[in-house]
């Protein structure tokens, strides 16, 4: 017998709809399996609250409006641990309160998706504009060592399967997955064609057998959920196998965060996604990811059309950062150009992988980058002569 | 083709650029639809752009303009620079004052007064308006435009609104009423 989700969700198989960016990461949830929602409205990210309030109800699943973000991200780790798939969705301001609780998911394993549709700062900033200033912030934004994963969208079908594969990529390495939108893509429209419900796949939570325990013995262990029959304990401070505190041990806390990091690090190849297009004797690579990526393909192509070779790199994974990828961009070309709705976020990150110069083409105000923006600065640098376009301030 | 709705919040300036971009999608088009406005809910400047295309579009914010459609001065005195030499003008004619002119080929409708003199809802202003520039702009097809605003305007409300198309198509063909 079908579901009540099933069939509420088949009713969009294989449609074609004109939505917003939002939309379309509020279906890819659905259809990732997302069973409760709980969040605080914020530009640009309260059409995903719209959708999920308006759909959860219809397919079992529960919508709760919270009094802050900080309470949204805690609702959504207690769902988690009571079996829930569970996703919040904001914006900077935002995503700058559910910090803490995005260590505490970090260091409980908590799989969980967190949306922040990223938009003008910092603080309130420009509340309506889009912006890609929260790139930084979603690898460091929360203390203590730690690995993440953070994806980032550039078009509106890509929101919906990038967040089906956040609830994946949780689910699979037990870590909260922070979907990287920028309020560019979040609120733009454009032609989104939906899967089969059945055809999608989901990572289902693997749960753990009596006696095995939750938090240690490999390195992404099994859960076990609350109120299933066996005593577990979960705290953000330093705690063994068990689950159980022990905040005095130097062996214990080394053990526990190395594991953390290393669930992720060692995975980084497996996890990491990205768009590659490169030309013979390309001189000049551009690198670009979320909304920007959208006019730096449309310039590397024109730049191509008009006879000059420029490589083209797109991140999909902003972390953990793809350098395999940039390494192989960067053993090829001169120079490397970022355009980044920033003053250089991921520049700075490609710096670590080339010694050839690296050039940061920002744009910050609320406005994306036109093709001809950046491809006049790809005419000004594809001879490889390293002069530069955008120095860092 | 590019095209931008432009405006007071309020107005109707982000559901015509829906519609429009629907329309295209329907029309078998690729089309992007991008929204711009401030954060009041009404009276503060609003914009929506949309770019249609046969092939894949990568360009998020045009930066030239195939078709102006101001519904306010503000909107026009901002965004005229933006537009082609040959490009197309729409104006309010009620609340755009434009001098001695632009030298756009311009078309100019009183939307705002119909609506309210002829349907007795301003609220109807976009959908004459939608019809006048389906009368002038060969950008999307009526058919498309008409079954876009018919499946995304209120229930209960598709007559009036399907009329108000009408109406402001049928002073963009220059036929008499």
């Known amino acids: 017998m079908m579901t009540q989700r099933q069939s509420r969700l088949s009713g969009f198989d294989n449609r074609t709809l004109f939505l917003l960016g939002d939309e379309a990461a509020a279906y890819g949830a659905l259809y990732a399996g997302c069973d409760f929602f709980a969040g605080y409205p914020i530009t640009p990210a309260s059409e995903i609250a719209e959708v999920m309030s308006r759909e959860l109800p219809r397919v079992d699943g529960y919508y709760v409006q919270m009094e802050d973000e900080i309470a949204s991200l805690s609702a959504v780790i207690g769902a988690v641990w009571a079996g829930a798939k569970a996703m919040t969705a904001t914006s900077g301001p935002g995503f700058s309160l559910m910090q803490e609780n995005i260590g505490y998911a970090i260091m409980t394993e908590t799989p969980c998706v967190i949306i922040d549709v990223q938009r003008s700062g910092p603080s309130t900033g420009q509340a309506t504009k889009p912006a890609q200033g929260d790139v930084l912030q979603a690898r460091w934004g929360t203390h203590g060592d730690h690995e993440i994963i953070a994806l980032a969208p550039s078009s509106v079908q890509e929101c919906f399967e990038l967040t089906v594969e956040s609830f994946n990529l949780a689910e699979k390495y037990r870590i909260p997955v922070i979907l990287l939108m920028d309020g560019e893509i979040g609120h733009l429209r454009e032609s989104i064609t939906f899967p089969a419900y059945e055809d999608v796949a989901r990572e289902e939570r693997r749960l753990a057998e009596p006696e095995v325990e939750s938090f240690g013995g490999e390195d992404v262990p099994p859960m076990s959920h609350f109120g299933e029959g066996r005593f577990i304990h979960v705290t953000g401070s330093t705690h063994k196998a068990s689950g159980m505190r022990d905040v005095s041990t130097q062996a214990v806390h080394e053990d526990l965060v190395t594991r953390l990091c290393r669930k992720i690090v060692d995975a980084c190849a497996e996890i990491s996604s990205v768009e590659e297009d490169f030309v013979d004797g390309a001189k000049i690579g551009v690198l670009a990811y979320g909304a920007t990526a959208r006019p730096a393909r449309g310039a590397v192509l024109e730049a191509r059309r008009a006879g000059c070779a420029v490589d083209f790199l797109r991140l999909i994974t902003i972390w953990p950062f793809p350098e395999e990828a940039v390494k192989r961009l960067a053993d090829r070309v001169d120079t490397i150009l970022v355009p980044e709705m920033n003053l250089g976020q991921i520049a700075r990150e490609v710096e670590r992988f080339t010694a050839a110069p690296v050039l940061p083409l920002s744009k910050i105000g609320g406005v994306p980058h036109t093709i001809d923006e950046i491809l006049d600065a790809i005419r000004a640098n594809g001879s490889g002569s390293g002069s530069t376009v955008g120095q860092r301030p | ?177």
Request: aromatic residues 8%.
């Open chain 2, 1 to 177: 083709m590019n095209i931008r709705f432009s405006g007071f919040g309020g107005q109707g300036i982000v559901l015509s650029g829906y519609i429009f971009g629907v329309a295209a999608v329907f029309d078998g088009k690729q089309a992007l639809q991008t929204q711009s406005y401030g954060s009041e809910s009404r009276g503060g400047g609003c914009r929506s752009d949309v770019i249609i295309s046969e092939d894949e579009i990568f360009e998020l914010a045009p930066p030239r303009l195939d078709v102006l459609v101001a519904l306010s001065q503000a909107a026009y005195d901002a965004y005229l620079p933006a537009l082609r030499e040959d490009g197309t003008l729409i104006l309010e004619d009620d609340l755009v004052d434009t001098g001695n002119g632009s030298g756009h080929r311009t078309f100019r409708i009183k939307a705002t007064d119909i609506a309210h003199k002829k349907f007795g809802r301003k609220i109807m202003a976009n959908m004459v308006m939608l019809g006048f520039i389906c009368a002038i702009v060969e950008a999307v097809s009526r058919e498309g435009l008409e079954r876009a605003i018919l499946d995304n305007v209120p229930k209960g409300t598709e007559e009036m609104n399907q009329q108000a198309f009408e109406e402001g198509y049928r002073i963009g063909k220059g036929e008499p009423g």
